[in-house]
């Protein structure tokens, strides 16, 4: 009598495939994980900007020209200024002076619907397209 050890072509093939669909759905799982996070540090970093910019205002009368003035040995409100996770095409951190640096916009693209574009800033603000949030990237966009 013969004795077969082992697995048979088909058993071994709709193993892999299991553990392929397995892996496809982590893998997507994990990259919608990823905008998350990406997100939540996008609106911390702008959360952050605002703050270290109304200390200047404090201290000086008035907003900043740049970004870079609240790292200056002067002053140093931030360590470094904060830049967007991934620093690529449409995803960058934008500020935007006006009204004589009395008031200003920051604005960050958001890659999912989060929910704190239900309380920020819509329309255009001195040329800064802060959208309604309506379709990806998403403007996040917060003032004074």
């Known amino acids: 009598m013969k004795s077969n050890k082992g697995f048979t072509l088909i058993e071994l093939l709709v193993v892999i495939a299991i ?41 000086q009368g008035s907003y900043p020209a740049s970004l870079n003035n609240l790292t200056a040995s002067s002053t140093r409100f931030l360590s470094v200024v904060p830049s967007d996770p991934t620093n690529s095409g449409d995803y960058v951190y934008t500020y935007s002076p006006f009204n004589n640096n009395l008031d200003y916009v920051l604005k960050a693209n958001l890659e999912t619907d989060h929910k704190a574009l239900d309380s920020d800033v819509d329309g255009t603000v001195n040329s800064v397209a802060c959208d309604d949030g309506t379709s990806a990237p998403y403007a996040y966009c917060v003032r004074p």
């Not at 540090?41 to 703050?51: A, G, K």
Request: charged residues 30%.
């Open 19 to 59: 553990i392929g669909l397995l892996a496809t759905v982590v893998m997507t799982s994990l990259n919608s994980a990823r905008k998350k996070g990406r997100d939540t540090r996008r609106i911390e970093d702008i959360n952050q900007l605002r703050s270290a910019l109304e200390m200047y205002y404090d201290s």
